[in-house]
């Protein structure tokens, strides 16, 4: 092994020295651990927000009413529909004696409304609701955990969909280009006139509104902006040197587009990925703040808003909901950062 | 009155980094005598454009520092001055012409109101007298019709043509020192003897002093008065032009005066198997008009050639831009769509279809000119060696596969610590050298090699031609060598071909060619490329 020059990278692969590059970058790398840990934390929202205990030890015996469903009779009770858990008289059968419970960090689910609250909703913070209720008595962390956790899960589906379409179009058309690029970019063009506010607000008068018909609608226009860039970098690439070489070497057409070409076409790709994440979360929370988006029960970031504007005097609604969505989109910029520097080969 | 007309002392630039100060130029002293030829040589990153460039102050000054030095000129020291009275000085009194007069013209106005412009500027003259200069500085320039001419957009006229309106640029104001930073390195050879010619024509005349950069070392032969060698950033020596020549002290110019590439002809065995063998060879470009797109015409890019290669021979194919030689290359392979017989041993590749083509194409490999753009800039050394392998001989386990590119880049003379690096963290010969390596791996029977030293210095040049010719003779290559340059195609075939106009205007054994040329085209070629 030599020692000059650069020698300190040699045993590393170019994994590795993307790894180095991110890390190098401070924001970037404390984000993405402030991030991931909240969104690891969220993913486990039922174990730590949850109006049903986890664990329960009923005489002798193991029931977990956050997984399962049981009967009131179950614990002795008198009703045969589900055991309502905050129930005083519940609470006194599942402690009594023996028996214990294992309770989540939080009493309250995204729509368990506090019936026993003696302030009128939505109700500012107290002890038993950290950062208040929402107009319908629903605990508002609980709310916030819940819709950031939607909001990122729809974020990366909608994100993946569109770059992954995107890709596709921009690679298919920059690398064969001639006739196919022609018919296709023309048909790009009528379909992104289409107005997209109308259709999603004639579509969620037509279907059911959820949470997948929202991702094929907004996928189905959003691949259009990268997909432009896309295809500009794949015409320019494939005039290259190096595609040629490969080309040379036997390459079929796929392997060139995959290994030689989309290497050096992401940097569009890249870049406004942070940007495209983010702006998924604003659309996500602006369809719901004008009430076209999830069904109403789903929590919402967007609908926390709206409520926020509704009753304006409520400041933990519109300021709490602000600050997760502000930070947020600030960790997912950071880290979108810090990947553009760790995607630079060129840098050290 | 003494006749200096410019003073550089102890000049010092540095380049302020990131990474730290990079001293560019350490202390260079040199001066220009009034209606004298200076010429600063040096290889790439010697610092010689740097130099230029801070005469006139041209740097950012965000970027550059001067630590040190002074520059004499007009009893005032430059290094002094304000940016209003340098602004008096540049294009005035000393004006300069740059490497590539494509991007140094703009090129969304007429070249005429470029030349106007600085006439305007500096003489404060009126549109009318300013055109009517433009046009005598186009005429005195050597471009035909130039009533015509000045209207003309920067991409209308040949490369000839923008470098000479380039000079015409520069020499509206009657400067006293024109700084020609590579005027001739972008054109062809031919055109090349023409405007050095031009230029001292144009300096006989107006008595002005020029100072020539360039890396070509033979190039200032006979243009030069007086010549600086330069070299990381120093003057090495500096001389009398034709004292240098002959008795060259130091030992980088004695380096760089036996950079010519000797000759390296690989011996071959006479009577040995034809590898490829080609007949009739036509590639012809439509040319469309209208909304339909009728064919109105072609442009005859190669047009009836015939080619044969023979096992471990090279075969020279000269010629300068635009006459097809790459292009007659690229249809030899199959990369460019092309009618005619081409036979690659028993296969008659002609009417091979790509999917067919594939297996083949590992025999038949290539080398560009550029080694910045033929490696792809997100793979490393090691993905870009080793893709071939994996795609031809699928057999080899990952150790296997990592032997022979050890093993491979050492032959091109590479260790083991560049597998895990990236094409930019080396230098242009290095870059070459992976290339060659990309090519060798794969066992091949024909390389083709498209300008592979142009792009490069000439020391560099003679490494990169001298490792060719060792793995021609190791591997029992051939070579299609296609250049514009004949002291390489000299240096290295066997047999050349001279193109123009996508025709062959002469062919044969290289010293037959070369050394007693018999047309009028070739001969030309010989005397613009070997001054002697």
Redo the contacts between chains.
Sequence with gaps: ??SN???N??????GQ?SWLRFKANRRGYISLWLFGILFVLSLFAEVLFNDKPLVVNYQDELFFPFLITYPETTFGGDFDTEADYSDTYVRELITAGNNWVIDPLIHYSYNTINFRSELPNPAPPTSQNLIGTDDRGRDVFARLVYGFRLSVLFAFALTALGVAIGILTGAVQGYFSGRLDLIMQRLIEVWASMPELYLLIIFASIFQPSIWLLIILLSMFGWMGLSDYVRAEFLRGRN???V?????????DA?IMR??LL??SLTPVITFLPFRISGSILALTSLDFLGLGVPPTTPSLGELLAQGKENIEAWWLSLSTFIVLVGTLMLLIFIGEALREAMD??KH | MSDKLIQVENLKVTFKTQGGDIEAVRGVSFDINKSENVAIVGESGSGKSVTALSLLKLHDERQVDYPDGRIIYNKQDLMLASEADMRQVRGKDISMIFQEPMTSLNPVYPVGVQIEESLKLHKKMDKLTARNIAIEALNRVGIREPQQKIDSFPHMLSGGQRQRAMIAMALACDPVLLIADEPTTALDVTVQQQILDLLKDLQKETGMSVLLITHDLNLVRRFADRVCVMHEGEIVEQAVSSELFKHPRHEYTQYLLDSEPESRIAEIEPGINTVIEAENIRVYFPVRKGFFKRKVDEVKAVDDIDVELKQGETLGIVGESGSGKTTLGMAL?R?QDSTGRIRFRDHMISDYREQQ??????F???V???PF????????VEQIVG??LK??YPELNKAQRYDRIVTTLEEVGL???T????P??FSGGQRQRI?VA?TVI?EPDVILLDEPTSALDVSVQKQVLSLLSELQVKHKLSYLFISHDLRVIRAMSHRVIVMRDGKIVESGAVEDVLENPQQEYTRELARATIYY
């Design positions: 092994m030599n020059g650069i020698s990278h040699v045993h590393l692969s170019p020295r290259m040197d190096y040629r070489a490969a080309r040379a070497m036997g390459l079929s392997a290994d030689h290497p050096n080969t060129r | 392979l990369m083509m594939r297996p083949l194409r590992r038949i490999q290539i560009f000119q550029d753009s033929s490696l792809s800039p997100r793979m490393t893709e071939g795609l031809h260790d083991e610590g597998l895990w690096r990236y930019h963290e290339a990309r794969l």
